[in-house]
């Protein structure tokens, strides 16, 4: 293999020995999240997407979005093993947001997707306020394009149990985050909830500026040999095809309850079709999270069958251009 030339909106990026699984792709149906276009309506969840690994298969420049995986202040080394089991149709995770922190964040990660031509929001994560404050504060003012907080994250200000299930606690954070930056801010709800438009009223009605759902849901897996769990951390978060009912509902609920916040739907879409379930739930995108586990390119795949459906459904395009939703 040789030199390949990977041609960006922005700028030609050369990389040695790469394999461009997709030729460039002129998109014909761009969406708009809080202000901010993507040139189509998929994006990577952040969970899933590590640069340095997909930069081999294909040109991030052409996804809607990269949305990263999670930066915490310092570096954080996870949960212990086994981190992760397979379900019916899912998977299940305790990898515990290990990452090497928001400094690496800046000097590494994000230079070389912005150079790649990416659009990217950076993914915030913390156990406790002050830490969603420290990493917000060095995001402020960096070449991110969003920011994404991700409030299911157990917090240790609030007893062990995530922001994002506590509305008065959701609130409080926001009202901390909202001031240190005028970056478009996303709030990326846990579906662990009794009522998901309880806490998206609550990030709305103090700064939100779009929402994303679902996050993983809670499940676990027995040894049968043992009896014992799976996962070392007894629990872990479930997701894959099996969850894609459960963020459709979310979405559906939501864009009822809220019907001018901008939604990002995320959850079991490996497949045009099922990111056109999401728009037409009312989401103005989509993440593609745990596909990307079994097939890398799987973001890029989803958006260029999304692209072709779109071409027939012409109203629906119209209103994703328009920053406006099917519902």
């Avoid at 990898?95 to 031509?117: F, I, S, W």
């Avoid at 394009?145 to 922001?163: A, K, Q, R, W």
């Avoid at 103005?284 to 795949?301: Q, S, Y």
């Amino acid at each position: 293999m040789g030199e390949v030339t990977m041609t960006t909106n922005k700028t030609d990026v050369k990389h040695t020995d790469h394999i461009n699984l997709y030729e460039a792709h002129e998109w014909k149906h761009p969406t708009q999240v809080a202000g901010v276009t993507w040139k189509n309506p998929v994006g990577t969840a952040s969970g899933t997407f590590q640069y340095a690994a997909v930069r081999w298969f294909y040109d991030v420049s052409q996804l809607g979005a990269v949305s990263t995986k999670g930066c915490s202040p310092v570096p954080w080394e996870g949960n212990p093993s086994p981190r992760t089991a397979e379900g019916p149709a899912s998977n299940i995770n305790a990898v515990g947001l290990q990452n090497p922190g928001v400094d690496h964040y800046l000097e590494d990660d994000l230079p070389k997707l912005k150079k790649a031509g990416a659009t990217v929001v950076a993914n915030v994560a913390g156990h406790c306020d002050d830490d969603y404050a420290a990493v917000v504060a060095k995001l402020a003012d960096s070449d991110a394009d969003m920011l994404e907080i991700n409030v299911s994250c157990p917090n240790v200000t609030h007893g062990g149990m995530s922001v994002g299930t506590d509305p008065v606690a959701l609130a409080k954070l926001m009202d901390r985050l909202r001031p240190m930056t005028d970056k478009p801010m996303i709030i990326k709800l846990t579906p662990n909830v009794t009522d998901i438009t309880v806490p998206a009223r609550a990030a709305v009605e103090h700064g939100a500026d779009a929402l994303s759902m679902i996050n993983t849901l809670l499940g676990m897996r027995i040894n049968i040999r043992t009896g014992e769990p799976i996962i070392a951390n007894t629990t872990g978060g479930v997701s894959g095809p099996a969850v894609l009912p459960m963020g459709l509902a979310a979405v559906y609920r939501t864009r009822t309850a809220l019907p001018d916040i901008p939604i990002i739907g995320i959850g079991g879409v490996d497949s045009g079709e099922k990111a056109l379930e999401y728009l037409y739930a009312g989401a103005n995108a989509v993440e593609v999270g745990a596909a990307a586990l079994f097939d890398p390119v799987a973001p890029l795949r989803v958006a260029r069958e999304l692209d072709d459906l779109l071409d027939d459904r012409p109203e629906l395009a119209a209103k994703l251009a328009a920053g406006e939703t099917w519902r």
